[in-house]
Nanobody, 123 residues
Framework: QVQLVESGGGLVQPGGSLRLSCAAS????????MGWYRQALGNQRDMVAT???????NYVDSVKGRFTISRDNARNTVYLQMNSLKPEDTDVYYC?????????????????WGQGTQVTVSS
């Protein structure tokens, strides 16, 4: 079972910065995609940014130019650098990792989610 541990959320003033981290552990053969999503209570979980194993990135329009996603393959970790934060960025942020894991003699695809970290942007 692939497990994800997130860190880095918190309270920040508008215009401030935060850096989220998400470390994956388990018997992973390959990680193909890593990403960050956010969800407000009662709403659906929306994509914020993704990065694939070719380092191609994708961002929702509202964070382009402010957020940067990156990955450290040696540490199986994905980061989200968030700058120029706005009150509307307030949400619970979840990381997602997609890949292939080894269970016994089998290679199985997986899609795992982190536990979520609260980001609050307020003065």
């Amino acid at each position: 079972q692939v497990q994800l541990v997130e860190s880095g959320g918190g309270l920040v003033q508008p215009g401030g910065s935060l850096r989220l981290s998400c470390a994956a552990s388990g018997n992973m053969l390959r990680i193909s995609s890593m990403g960050w999503y956010r969800q407000a209570l009662g709403n659906q979980r929306d994509m914020v940014a993704t990065i694939n194993d070719d380092d191609q990135t994708n961002y929702v329009d509202s964070v382009k130019g402010r957020f940067t996603i990156s990955r450290d393959n040696a540490r199986n970790t994905v980061y989200l650098q968030m700058n120029s934060l706005k009150p509307e960025d307030t949400d619970v942020y979840y990381c997602n990792v997609v890949g292939t894991e080894v269970i016994g003699l089998n290679r199985l695809g997986f899609s795992s989610w982190g536990q979520g970290t609260q980001v609050t942007v307020s003065s």
